[in-house]
Every structure is written in C-alpha cells, then in structure tokens.
C-alpha cells in the first residue's frame, strides 16, 4: 500500500512540475511583448528605455531558463508573482477568492450526492418502471444542459420572479442556494447514471439473492448488502466530479455574480493581467492534482484489487 | 463485425434514431438559414424592439428589434461548427499522438503520454481557458482551445488500442508480408481501433458545444457583430426576467443538440460494441 501511495505520489509532482513548465511557457508564447501587453494603452507613450527598465525590472530581460528557474524558486515559497492590474500578489488575491469557490463547489458536491445517489438507487430498484424512465430522462436533460442556463433559468424563477432567493452576490446561505444547484445539476445527473449502473449490477449477485432469502427487509438488502458493494464505482464518480464542477463554477459564477476563481481567472484573461492568469491557473491544477491523488488513494483502500495492477 | 450489422444494432436502439434524426434536422435548418430565416439577423428595427413571441417573430425580438428565430438559426451555423471544428482538429491530433505512441514505444511514447497527463492535470475548462489566455480571446482561439482539451481522451484511447492490436496474428501476417510501419499503422491498426475513436468523438462534440458556448457566454469567444448561442445567453442576461424569450430559444437549442448527441452516442457504443449493451455508463 504504501508502496503504491509513494509511486502516485511521485508521479502527482512529475505532473504537477510539467503544469509548471506548460504555464511558464503560456506567458512567454503569447502573442506580442510581454512588456507592452503589460502596459496596454500606456505603451503608446513609453519611450524604449522606459520598456526596457520595466523589462529589466520584471526580470523579463534574462535567459528563458534563468526565468524559469526564478518562477520555480519563487513558487516554491509560494510567491505566484504580482498582479499587473492591482500590482497585489496574485497569491494573496487567491487567497481571498478560494473560499468562495470552495464553499459552492463543495454545496454543489453536496447537492449532487444528496440528490444523486437516491435518485440512482431508486431507480436501480425499480429498473425499466416508469419512475426509472423518468429519472433517467432526467438526468440525460441534467447533462445535457448548458450549465450557465441552468443558471439563467433558475434565476429568473426563483429569484426574478418569485424572489425566493437573491439573484445576485453572496454572503448569506440564501445567495448560494442558486449557484449550488446550478453547479450541481450536471454531477447529480452523472452521479444517479453511474449509481443506477453499479447498483443494477450488483442486484443481481447470489449475496444480495441470498439476503432477501433470508427475508432481510428490503431497505437492509439495498442499504447494507448492495449499496455497501456498489460502493466503489460510485465514490470514485464522486470523485471525478471535482474537475467539471471547477468550469462549472466558473460559468455559474459569472451568471450569479459570485466572487470566486472562475471570475478572477476570466477578468485576468479580458485584461490581459498574465501572471494572474498564470497564477490562477497553477493553482487551480494544483487543487485538481491533490483532489484526483487523493480520490485514487481512496479507491485504492476500498478495491485492493487496483493496488497490484 | 459486419457494417450491415452495427447499422441494423443502432436503427433497433429507437432513442438513438430519434437523436440522430434531430441531429439532423437541426443541421439541416442552420445550414438553410439564409433561404428560411424570416429577416436579416442583422437588421434592426426600433420600433420592434423587446417583442414576445408572435407570428411575425416567432421567437420574439432583441434589444435593437432584430429577430430572434433569425440570429437562432444563424448563429447556430457558428455554435453547431464550434462542436464539429474541435472534435475534427482534437480527434486527428489526438488519434496520430496515440498512434504514434503505441507504436514508437519507449521514451517517445513516455514523453507523449506524460503530455497528455499535464493536458489532463487542469480541469477542462480551466485547460481551454488558459489556452484562450494565451492567445486572447476570439472565436478560433477558443476553437484552439478546445480543440485542445479533446485531444488526449483521443490519444489514451488510440494508444491502448494500438498496443492491443500490435501483438494480433493479422498484424503479424502483415508484417511478415513486407508491409512497412506506416501501411500497418493506418491500414491494418487504424481501422481497427475506429470503433471506440467514433463513439468518444460523440462525447466529444456535446463538450465541444457546450464548452464553446460556455467561452462566448464569458465574452471569450464569438465577437460581435457575429453571435453563437452561448453570445446571445449571455445577451439575454441583462433583460430577465421581462424578454425571457431571448435566453429561452438559443439554450433550448443548445441543449436539444446536445441531448440529441449524446443519445447518439450511447446508441453507437451498444451498436459497436455489444458486449457493453445495458451496461451504459457515462
């Protein structure tokens, strides 16, 4: 077991240290002079020695590698740079923003597990009834809906027009009502599919048979016998969601004007403020690393089996 | 498996005809937008602006009283190419890596793989946002950019196909018939590894779309004066709840594409490859 963990582990870093050279290059690749993408309208009146301070300042002016490696060092202290818009460390302007983005993915998680994993269950129960059609076909509308309408629609009835909650902003547990239902549709809808597949297999294995000849209720043969060993499918779908509930959120926020990463990483692309595009960016892999490593970790506990594959 | 027999699999999976049918009806009418579009997209007329549906504009009008059935039908032109662009230039990049992968073995396929897992290392909308980033905003940047995002799911998927099909006796027969790398690579091992590549370009069109959507509904993609779907959702915003009709018709469509995709996809997958029937999984 450790064994595995450690070679996860290890690979989690080769991975994470080539996010670092894909972002670092992302900076460097893009079209036209740094420096001057930096200045935006300014530059028009910057003299060339002007350009040239601020590239020495930036440390723009030395070798790729040398840069490289003073990136590296400098993230390795967790100094992600400093934004060219409010000149704040970028680190610090995440710091501030990834609560908001946590709470609504983690709401979201909630929202799609609470919903989901009845909803799958039920369905596996009843398989090919009309309450099975009709969670299915829902949960095919779940995944197939651009999430930012989602978002839009339910503004518009529960906020807009009913006014049961506020439609914009955050800050009270009714703000974040919308936003985590939005978020969550899509994970609740995949997270019942792959529920009701895993749970359906298992139905009909001889222990859930033997079970029911035992004239265990049915509530003890689903509940203990079949979910307990449908188990690992379906935390290991829960875990998968993290990565679509991240560019779900980031939709959603924009939609209910929601203070979190997704908003700082789109105004970094529309003002072009490149290390906090770089920053935000690196951080979020690394969130999304850390999440996968230990959702493979986890399964790993729960199916021995995949530890000496 | 015969081609006759995948085809009579897929036409006996109803929802799947019903998708492709639908599929097919929207592309026809996106693509005869020009003859049956009721007004120019463009054209605005003031005294008609912010209008409910009626039998003049079906869809209702926008803010500058432009109809909404017409930029529908036009943008649909942009958001339906958005789904097929990426799932083209993702689905051949990816396909030759795995290809290539597979076949050259050792640090080539190493440094490949690895790639593809720092492709894989960010969320993906997060991957098409960095891309975007870099080269700025625009509607073949994000095109760019999410054509990015769909490669390594390809290159996986051609990668262990190749390393399956690389031992098989008919490759070895070719082999030993004097056929080079590159007529076993695309003649004897491509062919074969098509089944798995078509259903996941199904998956990958619905992402396509949606991802498309979601970078012009930012103000990443589509530019004015053209518009997508995902551009006039986010259009839409700022009239709700009165003119709901702006945001209801472009999502609406979205989503019947989507849907009709993704219920595509499954049927092809049960069509392809029997052995999963009933045991669909996303």
Request: charged share 15%; net charge positive.
């Given at each position: 077991?450790?064994r ?7 690979s989690a870093v080769?991975?994470l240290w080539?996010?670092?050279v ?8 893009t ?10 309208d ?7 020695e ?5 590239r020495s ?17 400098g993230?390795?202290q ?5 934004s ?14 990834l609560?908001?983005t946590?709470q609504?993915?983690?709401a979201?998680?909630l929202?799609?597990v609470?919903i989901?994993?009845?909803?799958g269950v ?9 309450v099975d059609?009709?969670l ?7 995944v197939s ?19 049961w909650f506020?439609?914009?902003?955050s800050?009270?547990?009714?703000h974040?009502?919308?936003p985590a239902?939005?978020?969550?549709a ?14 359906l ?8 048979r033997?079970?029911r000849?035992k004239?265990?209720s049915?509530?003890a ?6 979910l ?7 935390l ?16 959603t ?8 990463l997704?908003?700082l990483?789109?105004?970094a ?25 230990l959702?493979?970790?986890g399964?790993?506990?729960?199916n021995?089996?995949v530890r000496f594959? | 498996m015969?081609?006759?027999a995948v ?5 006996r999976h109803?929802?799947?005809v019903?998708g492709a049918?639908?599929l ?17 997209p463009?054209?605005q007329?003031?005294?008609q602006r912010?209008?409910?549906p009626?039998?003049?504009h079906?869809?209702?009008t ?20 958005s ?5 083209l ?12 992968a597979?076949?050259a ?5 190493g ?10 290392a960010?969320p993906?909308?997060f991957l ?7 080269l700025?905003?625009?509607?073949f940047?994000a095109?760019?950019a999410v054509s990015?995002v769909?490669v ?5 998927i051609?990668?262990s196909r190749?390393?399956?099909?690389r ?5 070895e027969?070719a082999?030993a018939?004097g ?15 098509l089944?798995?590549?078509?259903v996941?370009s199904?998956?990958s069109?619905?992402?396509s779309?949606?991802s ?12 004015p004066?053209?518009t997508?779907?995902g551009?006039m959702?986010?259009?839409?915003r ?9 945001g209801l018709f472009p999502?609406l ?5 989507v849907?009709?995709?993704?219920l595509m996809g ?5 069509a ?8 669909r999984q996303s």
């Amino acid at each position: 077991m450790a064994r595995y963990v450690l070679q996860r582990l290890l690979s989690a870093v080769v991975v994470l240290w080539g996010v670092t050279v894909l972002v670092f290059s992302m900076v460097h690749a893009t079209p036209g002079d740094p420096v001057r993408v930096l200045l935006g309208d300014s530059a028009r009146g910057a003299t060339a020695e002007d350009l040239a301070r601020l590239r020495s300042e930036l440390g723009l002016d030395q070798p790729l590698l040398v840069q490289y490696k003073n990136f590296l060092a400098g993230l390795l202290q967790g100094d992600l740079g400093k934004s060219w818009r409010t000149n704040r460390p970028v680190a610090a302007e995440i710091a501030e923003r990834l609560p908001y983005t946590l709470q609504l993915t983690v709401a979201a998680l909630l929202v799609a597990v609470l919903i989901g994993l009845p909803a799958g269950v039920l369905a596996a129960t009843r398989p090919y009834s009309s309450v099975d059609y009709a969670l299915t076909g829902l949960a095919l509308v779940g995944v197939s809906m651009p999430v930012f309408w989602l978002g839009l629609l339910l503004m518009m009835v529960f906020a807009l027009t009913l006014g049961w909650f506020p439609a914009s902003g955050s800050g009270t547990w009714r703000h974040l009502v919308l936003p985590a239902l939005t978020v969550g549709a899509a994970s609740t809808a995949f997270i019942a599919r792959m529920t009701r597949a895993a749970m359906l297999e298992v139905l009909t294995e001889d222990y859930v048979r033997t079970a029911r000849a035992k004239g265990l209720s049915e509530w003890a043969v689903v509940g203990k016998h079949a979910l307990r060993n449908a188990a690992a499918p379906i935390l290991t779908a829960i875990g998968l969601q993290f990565g679509g509930l991240m560019g779900g959120a980031v939709l959603t926020e924009t939609v209910f004007a929601w203070p979190g990463l997704g908003r700082l990483v789109v105004n970094a692309i529309l003002t072009r403020d490149l290390y906090m595009l770089q920053g935000s960016i690196l951080f979020t892999a690394f969130l999304f690393i850390v999440v996968n490593l230990l959702v493979d970790i986890g399964y790993s506990l729960l199916n021995p089996k995949v530890r000496f594959a | 498996m015969s081609r006759l027999a995948v085809w009579r699999r897929f036409a006996r999976h109803r929802l799947a005809v019903a998708g492709a049918a639908l599929l097919i009806l929207i592309t026809l009418l996106v693509i005869a937008a020009p003859w049956i579009a009721p007004y120019d997209p463009a054209a605005q007329d003031w005294s008609q602006r912010l209008r409910p549906p009626s039998r003049a504009h079906p869809f209702g009008t926008d803010q500058f009283g432009r109809d909404v059935l017409s930029r529908v039908l036009y943008g649909g032109r942009i958001s339906l190419l958005s789904g097929l662009l990426p799932v083209l230039i993702g689905g051949v990049a990816g396909t030759v890596l795995g290809l290539v992968a597979g076949f050259a073995g050792r640090w080539v396929d190493g440094f490949i793989m690895r790639v593809m897992d720092v492709l894989l290392a960010l969320p993906s909308l997060f991957l098409a946002l960095a891309v975007v980033g870099t080269l700025g905003p625009g509607w073949f940047n994000a095109v760019i950019a999410v054509s990015a995002v769909a490669v390594p799911a390809y290159a996986r998927i051609v990668r262990s196909r190749v390393l399956a099909l690389r031992e098989e006796d008919f490759v070895e027969a070719a082999r030993a018939m004097g056929a080079g790398p590159l007529r076993i690579m695309f003649r004897h091992v491509l062919p074969n590894a098509l089944s798995p590549v078509l259903v996941q370009s199904t998956l990958s069109f619905g992402f396509s779309i949606l991802s498309m959507a979601g970078l012009s509904f930012l103000g990443l993609g589509i530019q004015p004066p053209q518009t997508d779907w995902g551009d006039m959702l986010a259009l839409s915003r700022q009239f709700l709840p009165g003119a709901y009709w702006l945001g209801l018709f472009p999502g609406l469509f979205i989503m019947l594409v989507v849907l009709a995709v993704n219920l595509m996809g499954d049927g092809l997958r049960d069509a392809l490859d029997p052995r999963l029937q009933g045991r669909r999984q996303s």
